[in-house]
């Protein structure tokens, strides 16, 4: 069945920068629009960024516009996340996700499929 798989999470200071990768297996990559999605403990998951199939269209929250930059690499099934100046606030469990309509969007259950995530730890 298809497969997301994330990496890439740790622990790292405010400031600091990550980036997380997921790769996909047993989808076409080229024709879903990818994303990626957090989720704190005791909160509802919510968008942080996702980017359309061909890579030429991408979408933020305002939350994480000018730090992070979402981008992919349809050749090697792998959507990337670049996390700049890291915030305690942004710690939490980020998944990817993908989307076969083509359209960006930011509500979770739209998404057809689902990384198990990665923890991203960010201290004070």
């Known amino acids: 069945q298809v497969q997301l798989v994330e990496s890439g999470g740790g622990l790292v200071q405010a400031g600091g920068s990550l980036k997380l990768s997921c790769t996909a297996s047993r989808l076409t990559f080229s024709t879903y629009v990818m994303a990626w999605f957090r989720q704190a403990p005791g909160k509802e998951r919510e968008f942080v960024a996702a980017?359309?199939?061909?890579?030429?269209?991408?979408k933020y929250a305002d939350s994480v516009k000018g730090r992070f930059t979402i981008s992919r690499d349809n050749a090697y099934s792998t959507v990337y996340l670049q996390m700049n100046s890291l915030k305690p606030e942004d710690t939490a469990v980020y998944y990817c996700a993908a989307d076969l309509t083509p359209a960006l969007r930011v509500v979770p259950n739209t998404y057809d499929y689902w990384g198990q995530g990665t923890q991203v730890t960010v201290s004070s």
């Open positions: 980017i359309s199939r061909r890579g030429i269209t991408t």
